[in-house]
């Protein structure tokens, strides 16, 4: 038989295959390097634009932020404008009654009793006086109940003064100053 040397040929096929083998490898190392920088490249793209999202949201909230607070200032100017409101026309309803209280307390006093001093503190009004007998007070406090102005008197106190022939009492009478039904009704339209 004749001898072939299959030796040269089979390097030859190891080296190709080695080369394959080289070239695949580093074909995949390439392709593995290039997945994982695109890999990192999408995840790093993701991680901005939600930095982006978050920042915008920061920028909103902070905007919102101020815009509530600046509805908190008008909420309390709104307060501030309504209590001065009400006091307003508080004062203009109230206005009329002071003079309706003088006109009362001239025409509730029977002949006989004379104020000495009348105090008003809220709607309660105290009057001091002189009578010169009882049933002049209990005219005065009759008038009183009878008065759409004025209600509730009672007697806080009496004394009787005897000088000479003439005897007067010192009396003082507390009652309420109060507004009729239909006043209480009739809200004032603006302003006069």
């Known amino acids: ?11 030859e096929r190891n080296k190709l295959r080695q080369r394959e ?6 074909a995949t190392v390439a392709a593995t390097l290039a997945l994982g920088i695109l890999w990192h490249m999408f995840h790093q ?11 915008f949201l920061r920028t909103e909230i902070a905007l919102v932020d101020k815009k509530i607070q600046e509805i908190k200032k008008l ?5 501030k404008l309504t209590v001065r409101m009400e006091l307003i ?6 206005r009329p009654e002071s003079v309706h209280l003088m006109d ?3 025409s ?8 000495s001093s009348i105090n008003q503190n809220g709607s309660r009004i105290e009057l001091k006086g002189l009578a010169q007998s009882n049933a002049q007070i209990s005219a005065l406090m009759h008038n009183v109940d ?8 009672s007697l806080q106190l009496i004394n009787k003064e005897n000088k000479g022939s003439q005897g007067l009492s010192h009396f003082r009478l507390v009652y309420l100053q109060t507004r009729p039904k239909k006043e209480q009704s009739d809200e004032p339209v603006g302003t006069e």
């Open 1 to 11: 038989m004749a001898k072939i040397n299959l030796v040269p040929w089979r390097e």
């Open 45 to 55: 793209y993701r991680i901005d634009k939600q930095i982006e999202r978050n920042q």
């Open 89 to 94: 026309r508080s004062l203009q309803t109230s």
């Open 21 to 26: 083998l080289f070239g695949m490898l580093a």
């Open 108 to 115: 509730i006093m029977p002949d006989g009793v004379r104020a």
């Open 75 to 79: 909420d309390e100017l709104r307060e």
């Open 104 to 106: 009362e307390n001239v």
């Open 146 to 153: 009878k008065s759409v102005w004025l209600k509730k008197p």
